[in-house]
């Protein structure tokens, strides 16, 4: 049975006059809609998943915004670009620049062009870019050298990180954040009701069906599936998962993995070892392995040779 979603008149004008007017894009709104009533038009809509919404604020009909007039998505709209694919892919990016770089997530919105080499590999950023006023030099591993490789465009660009506000790039990335967290509450979802015994298909790429491309809507299917089947969805979001995690992440690992404290620091650019001092007690696992190696080598020598057995020496004779 299908739940019948109630919508306002200025939401049904709206979803009607896009799909009408615009295929499927939100440019026009009531003449009587403006400011923080046309926000909270948008939430709702959002909140329902008939639209959905990228990093630049465009937003655009869902296949369930379809379904709730009536209306059949047109092929059109189908192969029409979905500005949140669009955004999806700009968010792995981020997400993977910000993680093989450990750069602050302002420096990488604003990354340019002009400050990279891709010769030599190398990210300089000037002094009056960065938290501490120091200009700061960042490696750039091979893998974040593909990544932006893939991004150039044919055309001269400013920023890696384009977006369309005063700004010329990308200035908030939470919407497309949310996405990341979205997803990863699918696949929780997905395992929980597979083990309660049911089923759950989720494909966030499938060309041959539009609604699975509006994580949107998906989400909101496996989560009235779990409450049908009664399932304990908590913790299956992480909530706490914040985006200067991803810089984080970076330090620890170089802590977990043998680096010193001065390295770290280097690498995100810190001033004060204070600031480095929060990966102290991942430094010592690296360290614990070095003492196990070398006292195990140790032991081992000493099992190795037999125990010695006093000889008495003969007393040599004039």
């Known amino acids: 049975m299908t739940t ?10 709206i979803l009607e006059h896009a799909i009408d007017h615009n295929d ?32 630049n604020a465009n937003c655009c009909v869902t296949a369930e915004g379809y379904v709730a007039l009536g209306r059949d998505m047109p092929a059109s709209a189908a192969l029409h670009p979905n500005p949140e694919a669009d955004a999806n892919v700009d968010i792995r990016d981020y997400v993977l620049i910000s993680l093989l770089t450990g750069a602050r997530k302002s420096n990488v919105h604003s990354m340019r062009w ?16 960065t ?31 384009p977006g369309t506000g005063k700004s010329g790039h990308i200035e908030n990335s939470r919407s497309g954040w949310d996405r990341v967290l979205d997803r990863d509450e699918v696949i929780q979802l997905a395992d929980r009701i597979k083990v309660a015994g049911g089923q759950f298909e989720y494909n966030f790429d499938d060309p041959e069906n539009p609604a699975f491309a509006h994580l949107g809507v998906l989400l909101k299917l496996a989560r009235l599936k779990a409450a049908d089947m009664q399932i304990d969805t908590n913790g299956a979001r992480m909530a706490d998962l914040r985006p200067h995690d991803l810089r984080r992440t ?11 404290l001065l390295m770290i620091g280097k690498t995100l650019g810190h001033r004060s070892h ?3 001092a929060i990966y102290a007690h991942l430094n010592i696992d690296p360290v614990r392995q070095a003492m196990a190696t070398a006292t195990s ?9 037999p125990t010695g057995q006093v000889i008495g020496l003969k007393t040599k004779t004039a």
């Open 24 to 55: 499927g894009q939100i440019h026009w709104f009531p003449d009587n809609v403006k400011g923080g009533a046309r926000h909270k038009v948008i939430q709702g809509l959002l909140n329902k998943a008939l639209i959905t919404r990228d990093d």
């Open 4 to 13: 019948r979603i109630t919508l306002s008149t200025t939401q049904y004008d």
């Open 250 to 260: 970076l330090g620890s690992w170089q802590a977990s993995t043998g680096s010193s």
């Open 131 to 161: 938290k501490n006023g120091d200009p700061i030099t960042i490696p750039l591993v091979p893998e974040a050298v593909e990544i932006i490789k893939r991004r150039k465009p044919e055309k001269a660009a400013v920023y890696v990180f």
């Open 274 to 276: 204070a600031a480095t």
């Open 114 to 129: 002009q400050d990279i080499n891709l010769e030599r590999a190398e990210w300089s950023l000037p002094g009056v870019f």
């Open 297 to 305: 080598a140790l032991l081992g020598a000493g099992k190795a040779k």
